[in-house]
């Protein structure tokens, strides 16, 4: 059964930091490109961050750049979100997803969710 399940999340003051884990099960964990996406209310979801199945390819949204670092634990099947000088713009839902593309298709897997608030 894949499993993809987030933790880290909670309510921190403007310029804190928090550190969003995501451990997988069910799935080849090494084999995927791993993302954070992020939902606010009223606004569609976007991508944070990603990174690539080996670690080498590394994108971040323009928002984040400089504040936040994806990481990822081939061993432990966990990727991370380190969260530094947090923004209440910041605010939202954040998800964690496994991708997996060749010829044959795409696989697609996601969190629950967890909710970051950035809040004084």
């Known amino acids: 059964q894949v499993q993809l399940v987030e933790s880290g999340g909670g309510l921190v003051q403007p310029g804190g930091s928090l550190r969003l884990s995501c451990a997988a099960a069910?799935?080849?964990?090494?084999?995927?490109?791993m993302s954070w996406y992020r939902q606010a209310p009223g606004k569609e979801r976007e991508l944070v961050a990603r990174?690539?199945?080996?670690?080498?390819?590394?994108d971040y949204t323009d928002s984040v750049k400089g504040r936040f670092t994806i990481s990822r634990d081939n061993a432990k099947k966990t990727v991370y979100l380190q969260m530094n000088s947090l923004k209440p713009e910041d605010t939202a839902v954040y998800y964690c997803?496994?991708?997996?593309?060749?010829?044959?298709?795409?696989?697609?897997?996601w969190g629950q969710g967890t909710q970051v608030t950035v809040s004084s």
């Open positions: 997803n496994a991708r997996y593309s060749d010829y044959r298709g795409v696989s697609d897997y």
């Open positions: 990174i690539r199945s080996t670690g080498g390819t590394i």
């Open positions: 069910g799935f080849t964990f090494s084999d995927y490109a």
